[in-house]
């Protein structure tokens, strides 16, 4: 999940209100047409070189207007390398709930990032070399989306917007550096729960789809990570559920694939993968974290009568917000964030400490100046998490509910809808051991008696190991944090061309039937050792090395420009 602490949260919104804030202007340029389901939206062709590169590639962002306050953002990028109007369409989002999908975008997989010295450069590994791609942002007043554009300033003490009477920023609020254009922050304005995001989300399709059939004639494909654990299955899940209606004015989307990266699913499943991964049989780095008190502390919380276990059950039994929220607060704060409190070490990748300057957070200023804003057609400022919507879907309880997520995969595999879950062995967040016990919940025919097996690419790397029945596969990528295809890009790119493509995920030279399983051992056993594991802050502008699989040594502007010449993907800071 991309939950976060009070704190840490506190902390990115007063980071980013400290670097770039400004009243943004009304989108003048936008051109208005007419989705389906009778949807308006509003999109202008973004200019190469604002994330883009290739001048034969068209780039198109704007809004989803699903309801008079109800306006999604979205960013389209043309497939390279082949005819966009024949390419699959592929929608990422990210998790949170109300973190951003420019994290998706600029972080991992889209077609460029941001460096230290705030310059774009390519992404060669970009999920659009093998599809279209559509990026959203959901639900409402998550990044650039908004329910109400108001001028305001971000709280000093609280993190809270304050809205202000007009375009001025008054004495009391210029201290904060965070004066601007916000979308309204009532909870009313948008949702809180996963169930209620889905008639959303669906709706953004049919917009974006009538907007422009050209680009949604091929198959569908979803990706997500993290809280996209309960997106994915429960969106998807329920675009079959509209399909089989047949409304008129509606699009039939032919869903091909769901992909999840370490995917919060299940919350009675992972938080005990919390003691799994720091304690028994403990995590691949060779790392155990916690001494022996902490140990037994942390066995306690969760098992203890009455405790996580406890009240995650009753969660599950009771299905009442006010129970879920408490059990949810309860073993968020004491079984998954003792990590925290006595590590000062990153919960998306055990490898580093904190501060953590991977994946790169740069990107955010970046869309917070008012050339690119203009170039988009943005209506606000950019922020990456939406304490809004945190505390919305935190209300009912939504991230400790298990919300059928495990049920719902199942049903899209019975309905010829492949899936795949892959998960990065160095995140304790939504940790693989936890994601390996939810893939064998599903209860996919022949998975149980399928084995590991290696994943080949073609610099003869074993970068992880799949376990595969059908079109069901479980991978775990080595030597990767939380947002898999920032810290391992070819393996990454190379199972989302072969999941799109119904091939096998282990060598993608296999047509995938029902009968096909990986042989191989029951277990994953490889084992990383702990000497990528870091031991000292990471330098903020440090890089990292995608062969070595640790930060780079310190650079010089000079070097950093040669390897941004020579197209090595230098990505220079990030979360979530």
Request: contains cysteine; hydrophobic residues 35%.
């Amino acid at each position: 999940m991309d939950m976060i602490s009070t704190e840490l949260l506190l902390l990115c919104l007063l980071f980013f209100s400290s670097t770039f804030a400004q009243f943004v202007p009304a989108p003048t340029e936008l051109i208005s047409t007419q989705g389906y389901a009778n949807l308006t939206v509003r999109y202008k062709q973004v200019p190469n070189g604002i994330c883009e590169l290739d001048p034969n590639v068209k780039s198109f962002s704007g809004y989803v207007d699903i309801a008079p306050d109800q306006h999604i953002f979205f960013w389209f990028f043309e497939a390279r390398n082949q005819d966009p109007s024949t390419a699959p369409l592929t929608t990422w989002i990210n998790g949170g709930p109300g973190s951003s999908s420019m994290i998706g975008l600029f972080q991992e997989l889209g077609p460029c990032g941001v460096d230290s010295d705030g310059n774009v450069y390519n992404n060669p590994y970009s999920w659009s070399n093998a599809s279209n791609m559509l990026f959203i942002d959901q639900p409402t007043q998550v990044g650039f989306s908004y329910s109400i554009p108001v001028p305001g300033y971000v709280d000093s003490s609280t993190g809270n917007i304050i809205t202000l009477p007009g375009n001025e920023c008054p004495d009391y609020a210029a201290a904060t550096a965070s004066c601007g254009t916000y979308s309204y922050p009532n909870e009313t304005l948008t949702v809180n729960s996963t169930d209620a995001a889905a008639p959303y989300f669906y709706l953004t399709l049919q917009g974006f789809m009538g907007a422009f059939p050209q680009y949604s004639r091929g198959t569908y494909n979803f990706a997500t990570e993290s809280y996209g654990g309960h997106y994915g299955p429960v969106f998807n899940e329920y675009i079959e559920t509209q399909n089989a209606l047949d409304i008129p004015g509606t699009h039939k989307i032919r869903l091909n694939s769901v992909l999840i990266g370490n995917g919060w699913f299940d919350p009675l499943i992972q938080y005990q993968a919390y003691y799994n991964f720091t304690v028994f049989p403990g995590n691949s780095y060779d790392y155990s974290p916690y001494n022996s008190t902490t140990q037994a502390q942390v066995y306690n919380n969760l098992y203890g009568p009455g405790n996580c276990v406890d009240r995650i059950r009753d969660c599950y039994a009771r299905g009442i917000d006010e129970i879920c929220a408490a059990a949810d607060s309860f073993c968020a704060n004491l079984v998954e964030a003792v990590y925290d409190d006595v590590l000062n070490r990153d919960e998306y990748d055990i490898r580093e400490l904190s501060p953590d300057p991977f994946p790169y957070e740069f990107y955010v200023d970046y869309l917070n100046t008012p050339k690119v804003q203009a170039a988009i057609g943005a209506y606000v400022n950019f922020s990456e998490f939406s304490s809004t919507v945190g505390a919305a879907f935190g209300a009912t309880g939504d991230d400790g509910r298990e919300e059928g997520t495990v049920e719902d995969v199942r049903k899209l595999l019975q309905q010829n809808v492949t899936v795949m879950l892959y998960f990065g062995d160095a995140d304790y967040n939504c940790n693989w051991l936890g994601g390996e016990v939810v893939a064998g919940e599903v209860g996919q025919p022949g998975f149980d008696a399928a084995g590991y097996t290696d994943i080949s690419t073609s610099d003869g790397v074993t970068h992880g190991q799949v376990k595969q029945s059908g079109g069901f596969s479980f991978v775990r990528i080595y030597e990767s944090g939380h947002e898999v295809p920032f810290y391992q890009p070819l393996v990454s790119l190379k199972i989302f061309e072969r999941a799109l493509a119904g091939k096998d995920i282990a060598t993608g030279r296999v047509d995938v039937g029902s009968g096909y399983m990986t042989a191989g051992p029951a277990g994953s056993g490889f084992r990383e050792g702990n000497g990528t594991v870091q031991f000292a802050v990471v330098n903020a502008t440090a890089t990292y090395n995608t062969t070595t699989n640790k930060p780079n040594p310190p650079m010089g502007k000079g070097m950093k420009a040669l390897l941004r010449r020579e197209k090595r993907g230098f990505k220079p800071t990030g979360l979530w």
